[in-house]
């Protein structure tokens, strides 16, 4: 059996910060698993008839939803933690875990080896939804912050030198 050489990044960041895009710069260049700590909140919220639309009502639905799964039985870091599990068995090279409560962000840190956060920042990005999970990403001491501030065209070859260090090479 081969040593695990894959890497674990938490990433987080507000709303329209360009999140996605960079798991996407990253999928071109790195087998790539992307999950988030919402994914199955989403799937409950839409049970009770969220629509989907992640406008400030939803972002705030989201959120007390996660919250008080949180507190009732930490069904989002279950579900992170086998996602981890699923991706150390996988051939995929970085996981993106994207999760934005700074407490559930140090749990994960603290239960995955080698795992590293980063905060991507967007200037004009909105930065207050009004919602306890979006308007307290600030509020954590992060192993790297990205501040994306270049045009689409030119973010692939900006943000590749942080992510290369991130994975190790």
Not at 60 to 81: H, Q
Not at 116 to 122: D, E, N
Request: glycine content about 8%; hydrophobic content about 40%; charged content about 25%.
């Amino acid at each position: 059996m081969g040593y695990f050489t894959g890497k674990t990044i938490i990433i987080t960041g507000a709303g329209g910060a360009g999140k996605d895009t960079l798991c996407a710069i990253a999928a071109r260049h790195y087998a790539v698993t992307s999950v988030s700590a919402v994914d199955r909140i989403k799937e409950i919220a839409r049970f009770g008839g969220w629509d989907g639309v992640k406008d400030e009502r939803g972002r705030k639905l989201l959120s007390d939803i996660k919250l008080a799964f949180i507190a009732y039985n930490d069904l989002p870091f279950a579900s992170l933690m086998e996602a981890y599990r699923a991706f150390c068995a996988s051939q995929a090279r970085v996981l993106f875990i994207h999760c934005r409560e700074p407490k559930e962000i140090a749990k994960l840190q603290a239960a995955i080896p080698g795992s590293l956060s980063l905060l991507v920042r967007r200037p004009g990005a909105q930065s207050h939804f009004g919602n306890a999970s979006d308007d307290e990403v600030e509020n954590y001491r992060y192993d790297y912050i990205y501040e994306n501030s270049q045009p689409l065209e030119r973010a692939e070859a900006d943000f590749l030198p942080l992510l290369r260090t991130m994975v190790g090479e």
